[in-house]
């Protein structure tokens, strides 16, 4: 008996955005050391924070697959783009990252619904919900950055902006808190 529950289709397509939340994350690798280096150790920390999330991500998808009986093909991940020239493109290119990774999510979301694969299609919506929730936070920061003057933004104003991002509230767990049933 077929064991596999997911579709050709489908299950390529979660597979490569599997593999793309594991770039999203070495997106966010490369930016925090970008600003790590730069002397802005709290948004090096929120950067890193967030790399572990995008690592999370990378894993429900792996697992969804799993439960589905499909097949998991771990493949290369893609080198992250030149380090940003200011914090503020920095956070351009953090919001386009998102923005590319939401217009992904829509596209299986589209697979799923146009197969009646109503369990994919459920399951993808928590990523609706977390792409919203990102690509607003990525929008806060850029309206921060900018009426503190954008690439032009006085030391003082990035020591406050790095300040406050040390200590903002994410998601991510820290890994050695990870386990198999909460990745
Ligand atoms: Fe997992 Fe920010 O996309």
Redesign the pocket.
Request: hydrophobic residues 20%; without cysteine; charged residues 40%.
């Given at each position: 008996m077929n064991t596999n529950r997911l579709s050709k289709t489908l299950s390529d397509g979660l597979n490569s955005q599997m593999t793309k939340?594991a770039a999203?994350s070495q997106i966010y690798l490369s930016y925090g050391a970008w600003a790590d280096s730069e002397g802005y150790g709290g948004i090096a920390n929120f950067l890193f924070r967030?790399a572990n999330?995008?690592r999370n991500?990378m894993t429900k998808f792996l697992e969804y697959i799993l439960k589905r009986g499909a097949k998991v093909k771990i493949e290369a991940i893609p080198a992250p783009p030149a380090d940003p020239t200011s914090v503020q493109d920095c956070f351009d290119k953090v919001l386009q990252?998102?923005i590319d990774?939401?217009n992904a999510?829509y596209k299986l979301v589209k697979m799923s619904f146009d197969e009646g694969d109503w369990a994919t299609w459920n399951f993808l919506q928590w990523?609706v919900k977390?792409?919203t929730e990102?690509e607003t936070l990525a929008l806060n920061l850029l309206d921060k950055i900018k009426i503190a003057g954008g690439i032009k933004a006085s030391g003082d104003a990035l020591y406050e902006l790095d300040r406050d991002l040390e200590k903002a509230p994410d998601e991510a767990q820290l890994a050695q808190t990870k386990t198999a049933d909460n990745p």
């Open positions: 939340e999203a967030h999330e995008e991500h990252s998102e990774n939401t999510i990523f977390e792409q990102e």
